[in-house]
């Protein structure tokens, strides 16, 4: 402490606390110079000091600087600084005196004081106790610091430390939050790693620039590129826009450049070339991503989309397919409802796409399968089997037709059914056909029956005409001729039913020549206008231009007059008006296109005939071309009417139609081939039948009847006649004189020689001799054909002795 060590011993004395021996103060005091000494002391302390009498608290002495901090005058040590009026004797303001006076030790104390300026300072007070000769303290000395600045300090400190403090609880909170976060982040960077590692594509992050450089690139890029995120990151080894198919990087470039220029999304297709060179079809979708409008970079996603891309290929190729196809195809959910229908459903059906949505399979139904067929159905379905059937169904028009259906269940990837398939087909023209195929091969079987009995019959036939027409040619006029007239004209009728017959059974053969059929038409109506009552009108509607058919003239009467009976019958009981109609038809005029199975490009003449009468029901409609089949009652009808006039229309080239309502009639339609005149086709020519000249006529034929008919007719007709019932027989009597004979006029059909082969061997012996075969069939191309040479002509039994004579007449001119 300055004063100490600023002091010697001047007298024996301790001072407490401290190792020095000081001289008596009152003897000090009274050497002035040692005043003045200390004094001078005092004042070169440079913190204010007193020294006062301990008892009294009066202040002894004071140092310069003392002054300056209290001007007032300094009488206490209480009224120093504090202007106090007694000692400092609150716990406020210590009083080191007391302090001192108590210990005998030095003593440091704190004060509060508010100086001449009002500003409240701290002072810290350091007394130091001075003891008198006994021992006891008798003054101290006391100095002042002004610690104003350092309590401030120390204020500051502990404020300071106080915020450092509850800083660093923050910052421990903090740490602690910073901590959590961190393990919070490598979760978070763990499930992402995770996540983006399961997924297959890759994620990435890159700049906007002509290499596409990575940032980032997840795990994902191996598996979709060949290489890994380390080798894109690397930047050096690869740039993803080489990977980039050259054909489409600048179509990806453009396409991202658009999106970012409006700062939208963009999700694009393209090919990439994969490290080991294979191709893949890829979908990115990527975003810009934007500073302060700034492009910062571009993040998104890349996955594979190769497999979905050739399903699509293949899918597309598929729905052309279907879209191509002929049959009808159409998808179903599981309870029926339909959800798509290809183009032939409505070409089929005549249900538009639109109208075919969301309707169920029931849409075409007609009705004509029962419940149970349906039942059957569903539960061969329902069961995961493919069901096949075939059903009639109803057209958007109300027309039937027979399709051919498959259903087929349609399964998930887990095999449960999800919906159906069905694939149609139209078989209504097939089911047409294959009932034409069942119809002529019943027409062909009962032509087989039809021909043999036909031949038998006009052997039969043929003598009872022939008798009766010689008998009947004796007679003079009276009851007796004109019964055998009647006879005659039955005959002629059994020869037209013989002759329905075989053309039914298609064993007839006609010669044909381009015919109008305008006046056939005429003359046939004429025919049955006169057969039938006058309850029935008959109305003929006639084409003006010329109606040319290659055909013979029975065969359009067979038809016209087949047709109109059956009008007529239709008619009977009420009357009614008939219509009989003549016209050209082309092909690509509306009015055919009923008719399918006519031919493109080609004209027909359509003759219909029409009636107001009762019609036909379905079931009356699908038996009416079957040979026998008749609604007539017992003796109006053979049942052979329609049979007959579909076989000669058939044989023509022809089609026929039948439309037709109960009660409301019914119209038949036949389409035949028109005939052009510039198509080559032979025409008959028809010859006078002049009567013979004595020629020799070499007759033979098994039939005894016959031979005796043969020898009557012929001599009527001057001819000169050897009978002969053994083909055998005939040859060898021919052999030994072959030039005896002019003619030789043998049947066909005979034991053990056929009338072909006896011709055959006579002209082996002599070329020019005529020769005529007769049947009861008539075949007469086959059996002509089947002859090797030299003249030969055929006449079908039964003929009259006028069809004979002009037969013989052509044959022997023949020769010459």
């Known amino acids: 402490m300055f004063f100490v060590d600023s002091c010697k011993a001047i007298r024996s004395a301790r001072v407490a606390n401290g190792d020095y021996e000081v001289l008596s103060i009152a003897d000090r005091l009274r050497d002035a110079s040692a005043l003045r000494f200390l004094q001078e002391i005092l004042d070169a302390v440079p913190h204010p000091m007193l020294i006062v009498d301990i008892d009294a608290h009066d202040v002894i002495l004071t140092n310069t600087s003392a002054k300056r901090a209290s001007p007032n005058s300094i009488s206490t040590c209480h009224a120093y600084l504090f202007e106090h009026k007694g000692p400092c004797a609150s716990p406020k303001h210590s009083c080191p005196v007391a302090v001192v006076r108590e210990s005998g030790k030095p003593a440091t104390v704190e004060q509060v004081y508010v100086d001449s300026s009002g500003t409240r300072r701290h002072v810290e007070l350091h007394a130091y106790p001075l003891f008198g000769p006994d021992g006891r303290v008798t003054h101290l000395i006391e100095h002042s610091v002004d610690i104003t600045p350092r309590k401030q300090q120390d204020l500051d400190r502990i404020e300071t430390l106080e915020h450092l403090k509850s800083k660093q609880q923050e910052l421990r909170a903090l740490y602690a939050q910073l901590k959590a976060s961190e393990v919070e982040l490598r979760e978070s960077e763990r499930v992402l790693a995770t996540l983006l590692g399961n997924l297959r594509g890759m994620v990435y992050r890159c700049k906007n620039d002509k290499l596409w450089t990575m940032d980032f690139v997840s795990e994902g890029a191996l598996a979709l590129t060949g290489y890994t995120s380390a080798e894109f990151r690397r930047r050096k080894e690869v740039s993803y826009a080489n990977l980039i198919h050259p054909d489409d990087r600048e179509r990806v470039w453009d396409a991202v450049q658009a999106a970012l220029a409006e700062r939208r999304p963009f999700e694009i297709e393209y090919r990439i070339i994969t490290k080991d060179g294979t191709e893949k079809w890829v979908r990115e979708q990527g975003v810009g991503i934007f500073g302060e409008d700034e492009l910062a970079a571009i993040e998104g996603f890349i996955h594979d989309d190769t497999k979905r891309k050739h399903a699509e290929d293949e899918r597309a190729r598929l729905v052309g397919a279907i879209e191509q196809a002929a049959e009808s195809i159409l998808l179903t959910d599981r309870s029926g409802v339909i959800y798509y229908v290809n183009p032939a459903f409505t070409r089929m059906t005549g249900y538009s796409m639109h109208e075919a949505i969301g309707q169920n399979l029931r849409l075409t139904l007609a009705g004509r399968q029962n ?108 009851d007796s001729k004109e019964r055998l007239s009647q006879v005659m004209q039955a005959c002629l009728r059994a020869k037209d039913l013989v002759g329905q017959i075989l053309t039914f059974s298609g064993n007839v053969e006609l010669e044909r020549k381009p015919l109008p059929l305008q006046p056939l038409l005429h003359e046939t109506l004429a025919l049955l206008r006169a057969s039938i009552p006058t309850t ?31 009008a007529f019958h239709a008619m009977e009981d009420v009357g009614g008006t008939m219509t009989v109609t003549c016209e050209l038809i082309d092909t690509n005029t509306l009015a055919a296109l009923r008719q399918p199975r006519l031919r493109p490009g080609r004209t027909y003449v359509r003759l219909s005939v029409s009636d107001s009468g009762i019609g036909m029901d379905k079931a009356t409609l699908e038996r009416a071309f079957d040979p026998f089949f008749t609604t007539k009652d017992h003796g109006k009808g053979t049942g052979l009417g329609l049979s007959t006039v579909h076989g000669i229309v058939t044989d023509l080239g022809g089609e026929i139609a039948v439309r037709t309502k109960p009660g409301k009639g019914t119209t038949i339609e036949v389409y035949l081939p028109a005939y052009h005149e510039t198509e ?92 005529i075969l007769t049947s009861g069939l008539n075949e007469s191309t086959r059996i002509l054909s089947a002859t090797s040479g030299g003249p030969v002509l055929f006449i079908k039994k039964p003929f009259t002795a006028s069809e004979l004579a002009r037969t013989l007449r052509t044959a022997l001119e023949m020769k010459h």
Request: glycine share 8%; aromatic share 6%; net charge negative.
């Open 371 to 478: 419940e149970d067929f349906y039942a059957k159905m569903w539960d061969t379905l329902e069961s995961g089997n493919i069901w096949r059937g075939r059903l009639v169904n109803q057209r958007k028009d109300g027309t039937l037709f027979n399709e051919d259906m498959t259903i087929a269940p349609v399964r998930d990837e887990t095999g449960a059914i999800t919906g159906y398939v069905a694939v149609r087909r139209d078989v209504t023209e097939q089911v047409k056909s294959a009932q034409r195929l069942r119809q002529k091969q019943k027409l062909e079987a009962i032509g087989t029956l039809a021909g043999g009995i036909a031949h038998d019959f006009n052997n039969i036939l043929l003598p009872i005409m022939g008798f009766t027409e010689l008998v009947r040619d004796e007679l003079p006029q009276g």
């Open 536 to 566: 029935i009108e008959i109305r003929e509607i006639v084409s003006e231009q010329t109606c040319l058919v290659f055909c013979a003239s029975t065969e359009i009467h067979q038809i016209v007059m087949n047709l109109g009976t059956n």
């Open 680 to 771: 080559d086709r032979p025409l008959m020519r028809d010859m006078p039948p002049p009567p013979g000249n004595g020629e020799h006529i070499l007759l033979v034929d098994d039939e005894e009847v016959i031979l005796q008919l043969g020898r009557l007719l012929l001599g009527r007709l001057q001819y000169r006649v050897t009978t002969v019932a053994s083909p055998s027989e005939a040859l060898k009597l021919f052999q030994e004189a072959p030039m005896y004979f002019d003619l030789l006029l043998t049947d066909h059909t005979m034991p053990k020689m056929t009338g072909t082969e006896l011709a055959d061997a006579a002209h082996g012996v002599r070329p020019d001799l005529p020769v």
